[in-house]
């Protein structure tokens, strides 16, 4: 069984920086890649940032995050964090850790971590 545990997120001002974390347990599979979805009140659910482990480490970046936000993998297997910086109040959403593991039969959400941006 694999869960995905995020940790991270809270309310912070306009231009400043938070960070989010995300490492799956269990056993048993091999994660292709791991990142971060997010979702404001009455949008749809957009993809942020991802991490693929494997083809070198390659980054993914939504258009409204990219120069501010950056992934990384941690030293941990399987996790990865969020350094979100200059941040903005139209950051504001539930961000969600997703984890695709090929062969598995869905996909693999964590439980959301809210981040507040005030201005």
């Known amino acids: 069984q694999v869960q995905l545990v995020e940790s991270g997120g809270g309310l912070v001002q306009a231009g400043g920086s938070l960070r989010l974390s995300c490492a799956a347990s269990?056993?048993?599979?091999?994660?292709?890649?791991m990142g971060w979805y997010r979702q404001a009140p009455e949008k749809q659910r957009e993809p942020v940032a991802a991490f693929r482990f494997s083809s070198g480490g390659s980054t993914y970046y939504g258009d409204s995050v990219k120069g501010r936000f950056t992934i990384s993998r941690g030293d941990a297997k399987n996790t990865v964090y969020l350094e979100m910086n200059s941040l903005k109040p139209e950051d504001t959403a539930v961000y969600y850790c997703?984890?695709?593991?090929?062969?598995?039969?869905?996909?693999?959400w964590g439980q959301g971590t809210q981040v507040t941006v005030s201005s």
């Open positions: 997703h984890a695709d593991i090929p062969g598995a039969p869905y996909e693999y």
């Open positions: 269990g056993s048993g599979f091999t994660i292709r890649t």
